[in-house]
């Protein structure tokens, strides 16, 4: 290998490059199985080649593939806690970016207790341990964490602080690592402590990491730059932008934790986490432009250095904190998101002298509005979605009612489906592939485990989406297989008005998407339902499926609805024990033409292209203007997907789409 790598004129070393090979297989798989060797060099001679495949193949399968000792591990833990002089430690599912997904090396809580969910933490003394989920992990805990070794508690109607002050004695200390929670957090849970007399303190180590033998390197996927086609805007642009609202707030600088953020700001996109394109890193940019991007040079695909030209400074992330001293000297204000900033930085910056300004990360808001390079990208990428979704509706109404396919087998052919499309990169989520009473399960993962088949007389319910490199989805629909109930029928159509409505939307600017929410809610609550998630999330481009900061939710949320955020419109409804219902549709913002307005006024485009099952549609209980609404919905998906389509697929359209009975 070394004889190669000199021959091919790279500068590593054979350690060096088994390091790295390490770190891809820390990342998510690529759609491009060999995207990672451009970050051995470029035009590698064949031979190379084959023995660097080789060794992933070689580190891949040395991997522990035994079943976890959870009972051994916590007890592990509770060893390296009593060496730190802790009473207690809590591990959240976080890394230090306080992302939706997390890398194997973050990957703490899973580690520990099995848990898989997207929300959750575990609370370990020397005699008690705790699993707190909120209530759409309620069911999936008990599968995954042993009762044996842990209580299960309520994220939100158990405090952890109350739990703990039961556990722990007065004059007790209860550790946390600063990388892995907000000061917004770490100032709640010790004013609940103080008053049970209980020492919150700053862990000088994880005891989980001192512990877990094999913990995974942090991930190396390839960096590389977006395009200006897709983006379209440059960097420089971004940043002077970002710069100047600095500047106007009085600012000199904020420290940017967000991956997504720093990817929007510097047109750049990664593969460390699974589906969504991040390069995991760190930012800071100050009030004149300048930034400096704290990240793991050897991700850098060739030509990433020269797409950020002179005013970004690559550093290693091991910078990082002479960086925020350098920031905080002289008393700067320095902007971090009390939200998603790690205590750890803020604590490093005020312990230099820093003023820390507490507001939103100042790339949130112009991320959100998509310009219209990005919405025309969207478009396209809703199309090609579009054409994917045909195609496995039709196939799913062939071969469902046979009950011969899983939820499983299913959410793998709405995969191959996509993969067929020009520009995909990946799923945007993990596939909820749901059917009868596992629709019922709000975020439902499916498993060899738990996958079940798709039975005549039931409803499945299919929630997904792709990344494509100039888009990104995200669709839910529900399907009756075979003939569906009244009570199937009527509670479909409830959620589908609740869904026109919030589509229809007419609202002067300044509207908040917590004021649009109950839109979506009334038909329900009419009939004495609702269901217990927000309406709506905001959606990124080629980013995040989940991107802030406007959404709709019952929650309140003072952030105005402005042209160019798209989000997702998603009621539903959930028979525990029975079948779920949730129709959901991306949506745009957009400025609203009403002549005899007297104000600005704004409304949605609706950005999904699929139809909406006719079978569970009551027409007796909807207006003549929401049964136009669907025709009218119908009829544009019929017209942009059909020219796509051909033999079975276009006819399953044609039938799917035709105007319902009056």
Not at 275 to 304: E, H, M, N, Q, Y
Not at 436 to 455: D, F, K, M, Q
Not at 514 to 524: F, H, M, T, V, W
Not at 533 to 559: A, C, D, F, M, W
Request: with cysteine.
């Amino acid at each position: 290998m070394a004889d190669l790598l000199a021959r091919a004129g790279v500068k590593r070393t054979a350690d060096e490059v088994r390091a790295l090979v390490a770190g891809v297989l820390a990342a998510p798989p690529a759609v491009d199985s060999d995207a990672w060797l451009v970050l051995v060099g470029e035009r590698l001679p064949a031979e190379l080649t084959e023995q660097l495949r080789a060794l992933k193949a070689d580190l891949a399968d040395r991997r522990p593939a035994a079943g976890p000792d959870h009972a051994g591990r916590l007890a592990a833990v509770r060893g390296a806690m009593a060496r730190l002089g802790l009473d207690g430690f809590v591990v959240p599912r976080a890394d230090e970016h306080q992302g939706e997904y997390v890398p194997p090396r973050a990957q703490r809580l899973a580690w520990l207790t099995g848990f898989t969910g997207s929300a959750g933490l575990a609370v370990v003394t020397k005699d008690h341990a705790a699993m707190f989920v909120d209530g759409r992990y309620t069911l999936q805990v008990r599968h995954e964490v042993p009762e044996t070794l842990y209580a299960y508690r309520h994220l939100v109607d158990d405090p952890l602080a109350d739990w703990v002050a039961e556990a722990l004695p007065a004059g007790a200390t209860f550790g946390y690592d600063p990388w892995l929670h907000t000061v917004g957090w770490v100032e709640k849970t010790r004013a609940g402590l103080e008053r049970a007399g209980i020492e919150l303190v700053a862990a000088s180590a994880n005891p989980v990491d001192a512990v877990w033998r094999g913990q995974p390197p942090a991930p190396l996927a390839p960096v590389v730059v977006h395009d200006l086609a897709f983006a379209g805007a440059g960097a420089a642009d971004k940043r002077a932008q970002v710069a100047a609202k600095l500047e106007r707030d009085g600012v000199g600088a904020a420290v940017l934790t967000q991956p997504d953020s720093i990817a929007w700001l510097l047109n750049l996109r990664g593969g460390d986490v699974a589906c969504t394109p991040l390069p995991l890193s760190f930012a800071t940019i100050r009030d004149d432009g300048a930034v400096d991007l704290f990240i793991d040079r050897r991700k850098l695909a060739p030509g990433v250095e020269a797409h950020l030209g002179d005013q970004v400074a690559v550093r290693a992330p091991e910078e990082f904190g002479a960086a925020l001293d350098e920031l905080g000297r002289g008393g700067r204000k320095v902007l971090a998101d009390p939200a998603t900033t790690a205590a750890w930085i803020t604590d490093r910056l005020t312990a230099a002298g820093g003023r820390i300004a507490r507001d939103a990360d100042p790339c949130a808001l112009p991320k959100a509005c998509k310009n219209a390079v990005e919405l025309d990208g969207t478009r396209r990428a809703h199309r090609r979605d579009g054409v994917a979704m045909v195609r496995f509706l039709a196939w799913l109404s062939g071969a469902a009612p046979t009950g011969a396919v899983s939820e499983l087998e299913a959410a793998e052919r709405l995969l191959a489906f996509r993969q067929e499309g020009e520009r995909f990169r990946d799923l945007s989520f993990e596939t909820i592939s749901g059917a009868g009473p596992n629709g019922a399960i709000v975020h439902y993962r499916v498993s060899p485990e738990t996958s079940r088949r798709l039975e005549p007389g039931s409803l499945y319910l299919i929630d997904s989406g792709a990344q494509y490199l100039d888009g990104t989805t995200d669709v839910t629909r529900t399907v009756a297989i075979g003939t569906p109930t009244d009570e199937m029928r009527e509670r479909f159509t409830l959620v589908l008005k609740g869904h026109i409505a919030l589509s229809t939307a007419r609202f002067p600017r300044g509207t908040t998407g917590s004021q649009l929410d109950a839109l979506a809610r009334l038909p329900l609550w009419q009939a004495g339902l609702d269901y217990d998630h927000g309406t709506g999330h905001g959606v990124g481009s080629y980013l995040s499926v989940h991107e802030g900061p406007q959404r709709i939710s019952k929650v309140p949320n003072t952030v105005a609805l402005l042209p160019g955020m798209i989000l997702s419109n998603e009621p539903g409804y959930y028979k525990t024990g029975g079948y779920g219902i949730r129709i959901e549709n991306l949506i745009v913002v957009q400025p609203a033409e009403m002549p005899e307005a007297e104000r600005p006024m704004l409304g949605f485009e609706v950005l999904t292209l699929a139809p909406i099952d006719r079978a569970l549609i009551a027409p007796g209980l909807m207006s003549a203007a929401e049964l136009d609404w669907v025709d009218a919905y119908h009829a544009r998906v019929r017209g942009a997907l059909s020219p796509l389509l051909d033999g079975p697929a276009a006819a399953w359209l044609a039938a799917a789409t035709e105007p319902l009975a009056r």
